[in-house]
């Protein structure tokens, strides 16, 4: 599937049964801002830095690199970069407050 990014958030819904275009969100927790770190609990990932918002098919995601990657993301992935970002979804994502990032 394509990934399409966004530099401003676009419109989105928490609601799986919506009837309009709008993308799905799935994390319990609000969108977070373009810069802000995150954690990112799939395959323990861990502190994230978010590039920009993305979406795949109907679902609103971000694209974030990992501030302190595992070594086989490295292998896969090279140097954490903006360049080099993955697409993480609302519900693989943990909200950190300002003094933990």
């Given at each position: 599937m394509i990934v399409v990014r966004y530099f401003t958030l676009p419109l989105?819904?928490?609601d799986r049964n919506r009837t309009d275009?709008?993308?799905i969100w799935t994390g319990p927790e609000p969108v977070p801002a373009i810069g802000e770190t995150v954690m990112v609990r799939l395959?323990?990932?861990?502190?994230?830095?978010?590039?920009?918002?993305?979406?795949q098919g109907p679902y609103l995601?971000?694209?974030?690199y990992p501030l302190q990657p595992p070594s086989w993301w490295v292998s896969?992935?090279?140097e954490p970069s903006p360049e080099t970002?993955?697409?993480?979804?609302?519900r693989e994502i943990s909200l950190i407050?300002?003094?933990e990032a």
């Open positions: 989105y819904t928490t275009d709008r993308l395959n323990n990932i861990g502190k994230c830095r978010i590039v920009c918002f993305a979406s995601g971000l694209l974030v896969q992935n090279g970002a993955g697409l993480v979804f609302g407050d300002a003094q």
